[in-house]
Each structure stands twice: as structure tokens, then as C-alpha cells.
């Protein structure tokens, strides 16, 4: 048996241990990552000839392994042109391929006995097996679903949450045939999960799955390398020490060859020494593994911390959790209680204090009595990703600091073409337009102009991007609306919609890598002003909206603005439509937008008693960034978020003499049958504007609408107007028709769970659904009568599910709530 051990990845995640050396190549217990893999393949399996696939930093692994003889195997390096892909990369090897041949990843750490997988693979007569295990979080990896006999039935690519069916993930080993080469393409970028899989499942060849238990840890970023280190000191998984065992009282140690320590050191836990390193006189180690040539000085305190080769640690020194890289020097005193990680080439002056997990970077000098309280990059809470759904968030000038601004737009830059210009807003908030002032800096840089529109609402800003072929993308700054002590930062395309995961990635790659692009002075961009936002977007709802409707009927309403950046236009729509009105908040104040929840709470009370004492037709607010809209109904009685969709649904279906499309959420509700609406109920996130033009409206349960007569984006402000279009033109009211509506129960619920365990949740959850009517286009939905269902999807970003019940009945919802939270609390702590 053969096998191949990729080794061609970039380790941009991981970043900045990555900065001399690849992934593979990261020292666990003083040997490279995958020097153990090798170790393993050879032991376990016996596996005598190895390739490995090279492309980043070639010369490193040849450098290290050479032929493999020194290590009792035969190496043959395969270096691809180009990146192909993890599946089309294996086209370079295709002769060495004459045999069954296992695949295993070179960055992970495993105790895995590959042979179980080989003796399931020859059991079932495979020609492709796929090693399984559970995880904590799923998100990262591909999410499979295998019948009890192992053979795969479904499978999903590093999954959103609302994706994630089970905690089972493809773990990135496989046993392969070789005549399953024969569907890869030559020369072609292939992957095995996204291209390989679903081609050799739509050619009827059975992909087995073997359920495997052990220790297994991609090691994708700088915690989850850590963390693999105090599973070693926790002893959930043991690897191989090099160097004379010696007992302790509390502890054991390791000696390589020419390393000493001296008699009153105390140790404790797991420490090893690589050769020729030096520990003096009265330190305290806990835990603790150095590289060669390291010399730790006189009364140094160490615990849970990785030293690699020919670093210093001075006299008195405190540091725990830490993660300290080649030739690094860090003088006397200095202490780092809550963590740190210094890259390559580093020297930390005398008396230095990092103040929590800070990171720094390659070839930096810290002078001495610094300290250091702010992060280089992020902390723990980003290093997987700054991105989530096309958005940056975190706390002004703490976490989102003005540097890192700066480092964004110069990665966002960086993959612009020269000369193409780019809208920059943002709301009045001081936070906001400190970083958007940051962040032109940095995207000029790159030869990228920055076209600034001042304070708008971003419903504006993605309104004149989608309408403007000169500007290719657009980036706003606004307090966000979920956490008010958050700023956060949208990126969008040149059609205004959220940038896709792909692009994110790329950005990242940039970021982490710090390969910015650096333009000559005379193609440093431009900074130009746009003045014609808001009278663009204003023209564009009085053409879209029939205005002659509001002249020849008399509409009354109360409008709550929430001091958000629409109190600059919503008044002037309202007074060029003739609509009698009330307006309230229509100004700025920065530190209203700080306590929306309590403004949101208060605006209900306001216009309600308005619209009920003054008889008039409905209220509205428009929450500050122009996003989510809600009513109160003419009888003073604030409108939930779902039967809002419903109200307008049923205003689009009266009358039509042609169907509308529309495309829902998994979640909406379902029970009621439209005669001229065509209704879809999927997820948005990935389509793009070509499929979304399809729908008249795309909307949700949560009070966000777009039409696409107007824009392919949520917006309040026009939708506000549409929905009043509409309840002239059906001569109704609101309140008539929420009567209309047949009656049924629909709720909307929080289960806590912990994010370790939510794809295990998922797996239960699926489980439960054998037998019934069930779906799983976004999270999974299990029907409990025809008109009756609970849909499950594990919130994003917090810790807990969010279940979603439409029911005949209240009686019937709580029934259906408190059985699946039962089950839910059990499988829990099971």
C-alpha cells in the first residue's frame, strides 16, 4: 500500500507561525507535525513508499525529510505548476498511483490507527473510503451523513450552521482505488468534497464512510494549535518525546541530546528540552516544550508555553500560555500572564508587559517597560476569521482599531484592479467615521479611489452602487443594531450585495499574509465626493412608487425615524408624496444609537398612542440604519415581524392578474395558499443577483423586504412606502386584513447550547425525523401534522438554537415546544 501526504497549503490562518516555514512543518514535541503522520502511515499501516504533494515552501520539507530514508521510508515529491486543487493536485502522481493508496493531510494530529480504516475499506470491496469522526464545531470542515452500514448518503462542505445536519465531518483521510483517478481531470482545479464526491455519487459509485473514535485536530489556526499542545499536557492524546525520560516529584522530563537543567529547577507536568538547550537555576516549568539551542535564564516562570528553536528567555521571566517562535530573545522581567504568541526574529526589551493574548509579528523589537495592551492582529475571538457574512465587527478603537482598518482597506485594496473606485459611508456615529477615515487612508494606497458620500444610510449607498458601472464595490461603517458597543464594517459588490465567502477568504489571505499590494506615488488613488446620493435614491422611489395613488386618496400615518442617518430623506418622501404625517427622531444623536433597545421599546409606546388617540392609518418606524421596518396597525397594536409578511403577501395576492415570485426563509410560515404568488422557501446566502432577480420579493420573518423592482437589497425606507402603495390600491386596512388572516400559532424560540455541541444537536434532531416528512434546506424541519412543523438551526454567532414552530394552535405549539425541548436537554447532557 501506497500513500500520499498533502503538504501544499498556505497556512494563511495560521499566521504568523507560518511566516518561515509551512504548516506542515510546525514542531509538535520538537518534530514536525508531519514527521508524526509519516511515523504513523509506517507503523500502523507499514507503508514503505510515501509521495509527498508539494507547493508552497517546497524546499523546506525536501530540505528536512530528503528521500525518507533516515525516517525508514522511500519519499517521492511531487511539485505541481499551479494550485490544482487537493483532488487535481493528485494528477501530478498518477504513475506513482499504481496501487490502493491512502491520502492523509500533513498538518494534522491524529492517533487514528489507519489500519481500521484499511481492513473496513477491503470488507466493503470500496473504491473510496472516507475516514469519519465527530467534532465540537463542524463549520470549518465537511459535515456527512452515512447510513449504520457506512455508506454515505449526503455530505455539505464547511457548512453554515443552518447547514450543519451532524457533528460527523470528513476528517480528510481516505483510502482510495486507483481507477477512481480516472474521474479527476487533468491540469484542472479539483476538489475532492466540492467536485470529486458529488461526480463519482452521480456516476452510482458507492462512497463508504468509516466511523472512527481517537484524537484527531486540524491545526488551522494559532489557538488550535495550542490547544493541541495541552491535550498533550492533559494526556488526551499521546505522541512520541524524543530524548532521556526523567522522573519528578509532579512531573516528568525529557532530555535530548546535550541539554541540561539545573538541579533546583522544579517541574512539573510534561517538559522537554531539545538538544543543547539550557535551563539555569531556580526556574519554575510547568508544561513546557523548548526547541534546540534555547537557553532559559535564573529564576524564570514558565507554564503551558512552546519555545522552538535558539530562543532566550531572561532572568525573572513569567509566561503562560505562551507560543514563541525561532531566534527569538525576550530580555529579563518580562511577563505575559494571559498569553502570547511572538513570531520569528523578535527581541522583547527588559521589563516588557503583555496585557492579555496579544500576537506579534516577525522581526519586530519591543523596547523595554513597553506595554503591550492592545492586539497586533485580533484576538482569540477572530483568528479563525474576520469575517462573518461579509461584515467586520467588534469594539471601536479596541478591537476594531484604527490600524486594523487600515490593514483591511489595504487588503481589500490589494485585490481591486488599479484605478477602480470604490464607495465609501457611513452612519454619524464618531466610531464610524473615525475608521472609514482609517480605511480610505489605507485603500488609496493601493492605487484604489475612494469615492466618499458622507453620512447615508447604507440602503442608500448599495441603491447607487447597483445603479453605477464606474464603481466596483462599497464599503459602509454604521453602530451595529444587534451589540451598540460594536461598530461594524460591510463590504459590498458592485451590485450592492454582500461580498461571498470566497471573496472574504481571499481578503483574509491578503491580511494575515501582509502581502499588500504598494502602488508609485502617481498611482496613489483619488479621493472624490459624491453629493447625489440621496436625490438619486429619492428620484428612484417617487419613479417606482405611484404617487398619483397618494394625491387622490388622503393617507395619514406617524413615522419613528430611531435618530438613524434616514432622518436626512425619509421627511423629504414623505412631504413629495403629499402624506400627511408625524415624525419623531428625525435628528441626530450619537449616544441615542448607543441604547437602541431601549429607543425600539419606547417607539412602540410613542406611535402606538399617536396613531390611536389621532385615528390614523398606521404608524412606522425604520430602524437607524434603514434595514428592518415595523408597523402599528390603525388600531394602535404593534405588528409582529411575521405577520407583517403575511399582511404584505396578502396585499400582493389581491387582485394580480399575473403571479409574483417570491422567495422566503425555510422558517416562514406555510399554511396559507396564495392564488397569484409563486412562493420558494430557501436560503439567500450564495445566490446571486441573476437568481435573485427572478423573485418580485425576497423577504423574511424578521421585518426585512426588498423588492426587486427597486433593489436586490433590504430596504425599509422604499418598502415602507410599497406596503402604503399597497393598502391604497386594495382600499384596506391593516387591521382588516391581519383579521383575514386565518388563525394559527407561530412562534419563534431560544434553546441554550453550547457552540461545542450544536452539531451533535443537529445529528439528534435528524435522527428524531427517521420515518417522518422532514427537509434540511436550512437547518432541519420536521412536520408533525400537514400544516403542522418545528424547524431547528443553530444560531451563528451566539450560543444557543433557534426553533421555529407553526402550529394550529397556542395549545399545539407549547405541546410541540416542550416535547422537543425535553429531548433537546437530553441529548445535551447525555
Not at 541540561?260 to 508544561?287: H, P, Y
Not at 523548548?290 to 535564573?298: A, D, L, P, Q, R
Not at 526574529?345 to 516577525?362: A, H, L, M, Q, Y
Not at 402606538?608 to 428592518?628: A, R, T
Request: proline share 3%; charged share 25%.
Amino acid at each position: 500500500m501506497k500513500a500520499i501526504v498533502l503538504a501544499g497549503g498556505f497556512g494563511t490562518r495560521i499566521q504568523p507561525l507560518t511566516s518561515a516555514i509551512p504548516k506542515p512543518m510546525l514542531p509538535i514535541l520538537n518534530v514536525p507535525m508531519m514527521e508524526h503522520i509519516i511515523t504513523r502511515l509506517r507503523d500502523d499501516l507499514g507503508v514503505k513508499e510515501i509521495a509527498i504533494l508539494l507547493y508552497f515552501m517546497p524546499e523546506v520539507i525536501k530540505e528536512y525529510f530528503k528521500n525518507g530514508k533516515n525516517f525508514g521510508v522511500n519519499i517521492t515529491y511531487f511539485l505541481p505548476d499551479d494550485d490544482y486543487g487537493t483532488a487535481g493536485a493528485l494528477g501530478f502522481a498518477r504513475d506513482f498511483l499504481d496501487e490502493t493508496f491512502i491520502i492523509v493531510s500533513g498538518d494534522l494530529v491524529t492517533d487514528f490507527k489507519f489500519s481500521q480504516i484499511h481492513k473496513f475499506h477491503k470488507q466493503k470491496k470500496s473504491t473510496l473510503t472516507i475516514a469519519l469522526t465527530p467534532v465540537e464545531n463542524p463549520l470549518q470542515f465537511g459535515v456527512v451523513i452515512a447510513n449504520k452500514q457506512g455508506r454515505i448518503e449526503k455530505f455539505l462542505e464547511k457548512p453554515s450552521w443552518g447547514e450543519v445536519f451532524s457533528d460527523t465531518i470528513n476528517t480528510g483521510i481516505y483510502i482510495i482505488e486507483p481507477e477512481i483517478l480516472d474521474f479527476i481531470p487533468k491540469g484542472e482545479n479539483y476538489d475532492f468534497a466540492k467536485d470529486l464526491f458529488p461526480r463519482l455519487m452521480s456516476n452510482n459509485v458507492t462512497l463508504w464512510g468509516f466511523y472512527i473514535e481517537g484524537y484527531w485536530r486540524d491545526v488551522g489556526n494559532p489557538h488550535s494549535y495550542r490547544e493541541v499542545y495541552q491535550d498533550i499536557f492533559d494526556g488526551k492524546i499521546t505522541l512520541p518525546i524524543k530524548g532521556k525520560k526523567i522522573a519528578y516529584p509532579k512531573g516528568t522530563l525529557y532530555l535530548e541530546k546535550g541539554a541540561s537543567v539545573d538541579e533546583s529547577v522544579q517541574i512539573k507536568g510534561i517538559v522537554a528540552l531539545g538538544k543543547n538547550s539550557k535551563i539555569e537555576a531556580l526556574c519554575e516549568l510547568n508544561n513546557c516544550v523548548f526547541g534546540k539551542n534555547s537557553t532559559v535564564c535564573e529564576g524564570a516562570e514558565l507554564s503551558n508555553s512552546i519555545f522552538w528553536d535558539d530562543c532566550t528567555v531572561g532572568s525573572k521571566t513569567k509566561i503562560q500560555n505562551g507560543v514563541i517562535c525561532n531566534n527569538v530573545h525576550i530580555d529579563k522581567k518580562t511577563k505575559a500572564k494571559h498569553g502570547v504568541i511572538i513570531a520569528k526574529n523578535c527581541t522583547i526589551g527588559e521589563g516588557v508587559s503583555f496585557k492579555k493574548d496579544v500576537v506579534v509579528w516577525p522581526d519586530k523589537t519591543v523596547d523595554e517597560n513597553s506595554i503591550i495592551s492592545n492586539n497586533v492582529i485580533w484576538g482569540d475571538k477572530y483568528k479563525a476569521s474576520i469575517f462573518e457574512s461579509g461584515t467586520v465587527a467588534g469594539r471601536a478603537n479596541i478591537e476594531l482599531s484604527c490600524d486594523l482598518a487600515l490593514k483591511l482597506a489595504e487588503s481589500f485594496g490589494s485585490i481591486l484592479p488599479i484605478g477602480s473606485n470604490v464607495y465609501l459611508s457611513s452612519d454619524y456615529h464618531k466610531s464610524s467615521t473615525m475608521l472609514k477615515r482609517a480605511f480610505l487612508s489605507g485603500l488609496l494606497s493601493t492605487g484604489v479611489n475612494a469615492v466618499d458620500t458622507s453620512n447615508i444610510p447604507s440602503v442608500v449607498m448599495r441603491y447607487n452602487i447597483s445603479i453605477q458601472d464606474e464603481i466596483i464595490a462599497g464599503v459602509h461603517f454604521r453602530q451595529s443594531a444587534k451589540n451598540q458597543e460594536d461598530t461594524e464594517i460591510l463590504f459590498y459588490t458592485d451590485e450592492g450585495l454582500f461580498i461571498d465567502a470566497n471573496l472574504s477568504k481571499n481578503i483574509e489571505k491578503i491580511f494575515f499574509r501582509e502581502n499588500f499590494r504598494r502602488v508609485r506615488s502617481n498611482q496613489i488613488g483619488e479621493i472624490d465626493e459624491d453629493f447625489e446620493t440621496n436625490r438619486r435614491y429619492l428620484n428612484a422611489i417617487k419613479e417606482k412608487i405611484d404617487t398619483n395613488l397618494f394625491k387622490n386618496r388622503d393617507i395619514k400615518i406617524v413615522t419613528n425615524l430611531m435618530f438613524g442617518s434616514t432622518s436626512k430623506i425619509y421627511p423629504d418622501i414623505l412631504n413629495s408624496l403629499d402624506i400627511e404625517s408625524i415624525v419623531l427622531n428625525a435628528y441626530k444623536d450619537d449616544k441615542q444609537l448607543q441604547k437602541l433597545p431601549s429607543i425600539i421599546e419606547k417607539a412602540h409606546c410613542e406611535v402606538s398612542k399617536i396613531v390611536k388617540s389621532l385615528e390614523f392609518d398606521c404608524g412606522i418606524l425604520i430602524y437607524p440604519n434603514g434595514h428592518k421596518l415595523q408597523f402599528i396597525s390603525d388600531k394602535g397594536v404593534l405588528v409582529k415581524d411575521y405577520m407583517a409578511l403575511l399582511v404584505l403577501l396578502n396585499l400582493l395576492d389581491f387582485n394580480n392578474n399575473h403571479v409574483k415570485k417570491i422567495f422566503l426563509p425555510a422558517w416562514a410560515p406555510d399554511f396559507i395558499k396564495y392564488k397569484h404568488l409563486e412562493i420558494t422557501r430557501g436560503k439567500t446566502c450564495g445566490l446571486k443577483a441573476k437568481e435573485l432577480k427572478e423573485y418580485n420579493l425576497i423577504a423574511n420573518t424578521d421585518g426585512y423586504f426588498a423588492f426587486s423592482e427597486f433593489s436586490l437589497n433590504t430596504d425599509a425606507v422604499f418598502s415602507s412606502f410599497k406596503f402604503l402603495e399597497l393598502l391604497i390600491k386594495n382600499n384596506t386596512t391593516l387591521s382588516d386584513i391581519i383579521n383575514s388572516i386565518p388563525n394559527f400559532a407561530y412562534r419563534g424560540e431560544n434553546i441554550a447550547c453550547p457552540s461545542a455541541l450544536k452539531g451533535k444537536i443537529m445529528r439528534k434532531f435528524l435522527e428524531d425525523s427517521a420515518g417522518k416528512k422532514s427537509s434540511q434546506t436550512d437547518g432541519v424541519k420536521i412536520w408533525i401534522s400537514k400544516n403542522e412543523w418545528i424547524l431547528m438551526v443553530p444560531d451563528e454567532h451566539k450560543e444557543f438554537l433557534n426553533i421555529y414552530i407553526q402550529a394550529k394552535d397556542d395549545k399545539n405549539a407549547e405541546k410541540i415546544f416542550n416535547e422537543y425541548k425535553i429531548k433537546i436537554d437530553l441529548w445535551i447532557n447525555e
